[in-house]
């Protein structure tokens, strides 16, 4: 029995309906059987089905072995439902699927089910703001500008290079991002990573993005606590006391004698009643109505698990805060339950695990037009969600630095030169000319020589520069480009020649030189005899 793996993509759930069907009518084993003295070919009994079908059901990667005997009465009971199979005499509709010998047989025809229409969402093409947008009703000239001149000490400084004077340029401060360019920044990107992952050519046939709110993928991101848990602004909307408590009692099992409550034999079972009766009655499922094609898009996704748990991290940050604080406090109560060996049995028929998954999944994902395989798909995702849970719930650094780098980007000053602005109104080449793999040398080893050595002669002939500032100058330009500075000067000579020496002023005799130096007094000779 082979059951073909179902990827991700629009109508999975009506894929995997019309694969179980065709496998189930091709494969099936039929034979005589006899019932009130009366031989029927070609039929089996309902307990034979049940064999059959779960059997194909636990070995199917569409499914998974947590599938149920129940479950699998289920669905031939939809089977029923749906003339997929009718009983030895033709009833079917009405009639109630149980485990027993009771016969069925396939009808004549049993056409699959088609594909559902579903309107197209219009695709709406989000425009970010780029450097030179005007504000709504402004034109291109009231951009807010302010001309610097930089002279060629602060051009040093910042460059590590002073060669000449820097012409004037000019900042243009973009008008600045607002509230709304931010949240369509996330919205657009989340979807977009998550189309990228499916996939899938658009994202129109499994998620309406009108729906999708870009409010609550910003807060399920940064309002977290050091746990990973969201925080929520508005405290109504918070569990209510009695549940968080129920919950983190069986969370710390078996701590929770600690918290003086009354124990009893049995304890634990009402306050798992409890628990699972709050989240039974939840109006709508934690993962919304509206996601639920995209949640059974990932499921496509499981045998590949990496790429799964990134599907759902994407996918979870779209959930309302509130249902996403539900679902983290919920998977991990379920994970701690199933790993705590001091745990007591929660139900007599029921191990925990399975329990866990058959009590919560209908809570978690359920498709408001009552979808057939709801209950295998519901299962299916919360096995995963139960093992995968601190990773799927954790916000995906790598969406959250990509966005926050773009803003950035986008609220830098640009630096305008002049005639930068005629650029924009060049038109673009229309091909490309191949070069010989010589002239692609030369212009590699001197494209950027020439435009240097034209700089280096304006230094040389700027009158304007003393002597002092020009060999200070052409002393940058050599430490920075050896290069360039060697082929216009290849000798000490040719430097020299630029600076001539000028001839050295003899230095001043005085008179004092001449004499000469002090002597200390000798007593002259008398000149009497």
């Known amino acids: 029995m082979e059951h073909r793996v179902v990827g991700p993509g629009p109508y999975r759930a009506t894929r995997l309906w019309n694969e179980t069907v065709e496998l189930f009518r091709a494969r099936m084993p039929l034979r005589r059987h006899r019932c009130r003295f009366k031989s029927y070919e070609h039929c089996f009994t309902a307990s034979e089905a049940v064999d059959w079908l779960h059997e194909l059901l636990r070995n199917s990667q569409n499914f998974g072995p947590e599938v149920t005997r129940k479950q699998t009465v289920q669905l031939l009971g939809k089977f029923l439902k749906n003339h997929v199979i009718e009983d030895i005499k033709g009833k079917w509709g009405q009639e109630d699927f ?21 309107p197209l969402y219009q695709r709406d093409v989000i425009k970010f703001p780029e450097w030179n947008d005007p504000p709504p009703g402004t034109s291109q000239e009231n951009i807010p500008v302010r001309p610097i001149v930089m002279n060629s000490e602060m051009w040093f400084k910042r460059h590590s290079i002073a060669i000449g004077e ?30 990228k992952i ?17 409010k609550f993928i910003i807060h399920n991101v940064y309002s977290v606590s050091k746990q990973g ?48 009766d709050y989240y039974g009655h939840l109006k709508e499922p934690l993962l919304t109505f509206h996601l639920f094609d995209a949640f059974v898009s990932v499921l496509g996704l499981l045998p590949k698990e990496k790429t799964a ?52 999944s209908r809570c978690i994902l359920c498709s408001k037009d009552e979808v057939d395989l709801d209950e ?14 601190q990773e799927i719930l954790k916000v995906p650094l790598v969406l959250q630095t990509s966005i926050e780098e773009r803003v950035a980007h986008l609220r830098r000053v640009q630096i305008k030169y002049p005639g930068a602005d005629m650029d924009i109104t060049l038109s673009a080449p229309s091909f490309c000319r191949q070069i010989s793999p010589e002239e692609f040398e030369y212009q590699r080893a001197y494209g950027s020589q020439e435009p240097l050595a034209a700089l280096l002669e304006e230094v040389i002939a700027d009158d304007k520069l003393s002597s002092k500032e020009k060999k200070k100058k052409l002393k940058q330009f050599q430490k920075s480009y050896p290069e360039v500075y060697q082929e216009r000067f290849p000798t000490p000579e040719s430097e020299a020649l630029l600076f001539p020496e000028k001839p050295k002023a003899k230095p001043q005799l005085f008179m004092w030189a001449l004499r000469k130096p002090f002597q200390p007094f000798q007593r002259t000779r008398s000149f009497r005899m």
């Open 198 to 214: 499916l996939g899938l050519d658009s994202l129109e046939e499994v998620l309406n993005t009108k729906l999708v709110s870009s």
């Open 98 to 118: 149980e485990d027993n010998r009771h016969l069925y047989r396939f009808p004549p025809s049993s056409p699959l089910k088609p594909y559902p229409k579903k």
């Open 376 to 389: 295998l798909l519901a299962a299916r995702l919360v096995t995963f969600l139960m093992d995968n849970y």
């Open 166 to 195: 820097v012409p004037a340029c000019r900042l243009v401060h973009r008008r600045q991002l607002t509230e709304a360019n931010v949240e369509e920044i996330w919205k657009s990107t989340t979807l977009s990573y998550l189309q």
């Open 229 to 276: 848990v969201v925080i929520l602004d508005d405290k109504s909307k918070e569990l209510p006391h009695w549940v968080l408590s129920a919950m983190k009692c069986l969370a710390n099992w078996p701590n929770c004698t600690d918290w003086k409550q009354p124990m009893y034999l049995g304890f634990e079972k009402d306050v798992f009643k409890t628990i699972a």
């Open 309 to 360: 748990i990134e599907a759902f991290q994407l996918c979870c940050l779209l959930l309302p805060p509130e249902n996403r604080r539900k679902l983290q406090l919920l998977m991990r109560m379920m994970a701690r339950i199933c790993l705590n060996k001091e745990m007591p049995p929660l139900s007599d028929g029921f191990g925990t695990r399975t329990l866990m998954v058959q009590t919560f």
